[in-house]
C-alpha cells in the first residue's frame, strides 16, 4: 500500500474532482464498470465531504483509516470528511456514490439529516450490508434521486430533499439493527458539540477550558456532563483525537515523530512520546514498525 512522504501533505479531495458532477454541495453518479478519476484514489487523501458509496460489484479492498474493507457486493461503504482513505488498487465499479458537504447538511432544510446515525455514526462503523430487499430498495431510491439530480426546475431541489431523507432514513434504521440500535440519544447535544469544537481545534487546542470557553460554559460543568454522558473523562476525549491522528498519520505518512509531533501542536517531540506511549502502551516508533508489519 502507498504511504506518503515525509514532505507530502495529505491531499484532501473536494467534489469537485468529479468531472460530470462539479463542485457542488450535494453530487450523485452511477457508474457501470469505470471511474474516471481513480488513479488519485490509491495515495491516502482526505474527502471533503460525506460519502455514501452502494456497491453493486466492485472487487477489491480499500482502507478507512487503518481499518480494510474487502469490499462486498450489494453493501453500502460510508465516511466523514475527516478520515483517511485509500484503495489498493484500481478496479471497475458498478454502482452509485454520493456526497454531501457539511454546507449541505447544515441547510434549515435538511437539519434532521445530520443528526440520523448513519451520518453521526456513533459506532464508527463503515460497512453497511444489505440484503437483497434491501439493495434494491437502495437502488431504487439512487435511480430517483439521479434522475431528478439531473432535471432542473423549481420543484428539484424539495424532490432531492424528499428522496435523501427517506434513503438515508431507511439506512439509518438498518445501521441500527446491524450495531445494536446505538442512535444517538438528544440528551448528548452537549457531547456532541463538545466532540465538534474537538474536531476543529485539536491541534492548537489541548485543554479542557478552552473548548469550554468556546461552549460558553465552565469547564467544570462541561467535565460534569462529558463524564455522565459518554462514560470518559472529558480530556480523554481530546487524548483520543490526538492519538487517532497520530496514529493515522504514522501509518499511513513517512513523516517523522518530531514532524508529527509539531503539527498535532507539541511543543516537544519529547513530550509528545511520553504522551503517545502512556495512551497507547508503545512509542509512536514502535506502534509504525508494528503497524506496518501486519499489513505487509
Known amino acids: ?69 474487502e469490499r462486498r457486493d450489494n453493501a453500502l461503504y460510508f465516511t466523514a470528511p475527516h478520515q483517511i482513505l485509500v484503495k489498493e488498487a484500481p478496479t471497475p465499479f458498478w454502482g452509485t456514490f454520493l456526497t454531501l458537504t457539511d454546507e449541505f447538511l447544515g441547510l434549515e432544510q435538511n437539519a434532521s439529516l445530520q443528526d440520523l446515525p448513519l451520518i453521526q455514526n456513533p459506532q464508527n462503523r463503515h460497512e453497511l450490508l444489505l440484503t437483497e430487499a434491501d439493495a434494491a430498495f437502495v437502488e431504487e431510491m439512487l435511480i430517483k434521486l439521479h434522475t431528478e439530480y439531473y432535471r ?97 498519520m504514522l501509518f499511513y505518512t513517512q513523516q517523522s515523530v518530531k514532524e508529527i509531533a509539531f503539527d498535532l501542536g507539541f511543543a516537544e517531540a519529547s513530550y509528545f512520546n511520553r504522551f503517545f506511549k502512556r495512551e497507547t502502551g508503545h512509542t509512536p516508533a514502535e506502534y509504525r514498525t508494528t503497524i506496518r508489519k501486519m499489513y505487509q
Do not use: C
Open 1 to 69: 500500500m502507498y504511504t506518503l512522504s515525509s514532505k507530502q501533505s495529505i491531499p484532501v479531495y473536494t467534489s469537485e474532482r468529479n468531472p460530470e458532477a462539479g463542485n457542488k454541495p450535494f453530487t450523485i453518479v452511477r457508474s457501470e464498470g469505470a471511474l474516471v478519476y481513480e488513479e488519485d484514489l490509491l495515495i491516502p487523501h482526505r474527502k471533503a465531504y460525506h460519502l455514501l458509496v452502494f456497491v453493486k460489484h466492485n472487487p477489491g479492498r480499500h482502507w478507512v483509516d487503518m481499518t480494510p474493507y
Open 152 to 248: 432542473p426546475g423549481e420543484w428539484q431541489h424539495r424532490m432531492l430533499t424528499g428522496y435523501l431523507t427517506v434513503l438515508l432514513t431507511h439506512l439509518s434504521r438498518l445501521y441500527t439493527e446491524q450495531f445494536n440500535g446505538a442512535e444517538t440519544a438528544a440528551d448528548k447535544l452537549l457531547l456532541k458539540a463538545y466532540q465538534a469544537k474537538i474536531e476543529e481545534g485539536f491541534r492548537e487546542m489541548h485543554e479542557v477550558g478552552q473548548y469550554a470557553a468556546l461552549l460558553h460554559i465552565s469547564a467544570g460543568h462541561l467535565s460534569e456532563v462529558v463524564k455522565t454522558q459518554s462514560g470518559q473523562p472529558a480530556i480523554k476525549h481530546i487524548h483520543a483525537r490526538l492519538v487517532l491522528e497520530a496514529r493515522r
